[in-house]
């Protein structure tokens, strides 16, 4: 089993969480995705819970300090220790990538790569209509996509400058885009 440390970039409706899921059953890398995290709390009405849910129908993002410490809990869990992660749906902000980037840090471990699922914007649009999820109304599609532009796709660069960074088209069945993941994340247990 590979220690794999891993954030998958990508537009809302890129195919990341299902991908995310696929990739962590065949390598054993536990899958981290704050969404889930977010939607789990909703539903069981916690605080956090109470607190997201407007935020998250509304399209916007949860406050970066919220985030940040969710993720650095998780990620010293002794599961996640043992068997590595596969970050999805953050970080999302220069603020997010700086956190994890000191968290790692501070624990001596490092990323091994950031990989951007490329997934057109039309083309997610058209995927978040079909799939009819609660918080996929028109208006928060446009918002989260507005969001993204923003925000998280300034982080591609920011990967970039570390030599972090790999495009993964996103376009095509769900086993081709798998097998050119698993390609490239073969590429970086055999760099190892
Ligand atoms: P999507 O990729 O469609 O936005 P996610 O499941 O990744 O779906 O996230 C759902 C919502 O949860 C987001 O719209 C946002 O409100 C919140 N969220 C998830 N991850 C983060 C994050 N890293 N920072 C801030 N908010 C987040």
């Known amino acids: 089993m590979e220690n ?10 890129s195919g990341k969480g299902t991908q995310c899921m696929r990739l962590s059953e065949s390598y054993g890398t536990i899958h981290i995705s704050t969404g889930d ?3 789990a709390a909703v539903e069981t009405q916690t605080e956090l819970g109470k607190k997201a849910k407007l935020i998250m129908d509304a399209g916007d ?23 590595g992660f596969i970050l999805d749906g953050y970080p999302r902000t220069s603020a997010q990538a700086q956190a994890l980037e000191g ?7 490092s990323l ?13 649009t058209q995927r978040m209509l079909d799939r009819s999820r609660a918080d996929d ?22 990967f970039e400058e570390r030599n972090n960074l790999v495009v993964v088209d996103g376009l095509g069945t769900e086993d081709k885009v798998f097998s050119r993941l698993q390609n490239v994340v073969n ?3 055999n760099g190892k």
Not at 4 to 13: D, S
Not at 61 to 83: F, H, Q, S, T, Y
Not at 112 to 121: G, K, S, T
């Open 4 to 13: 794999l440390r891993l954030v998958i970039l990508g537009r809302q409706g």
């Open 137 to 158: 109304t028109e208006e928060a599609i446009t918002r989260r996509l507005e969001i993204y532009e923003n925000e998280t796709a300034p982080l591609l660069k920011w």
């Open 37 to 39: 995290i977010l939607r």
């Open 61 to 83: 993002l949860v406050p970066d300090e919220i985030i940040n410490g969710i993720v650095a809990e998780r990620i010293e869990m002794k599961d996640v220790l043992e068997n």
């Open 187 to 189: 590429g970086v247990i």
């Open 103 to 109: 968290e790692l840090l501070s624990k001596g471990l």
């Open 112 to 124: 091994d790569l950031a990989i951007n699922l490329e997934v057109p914007v039309d083309e997610v």
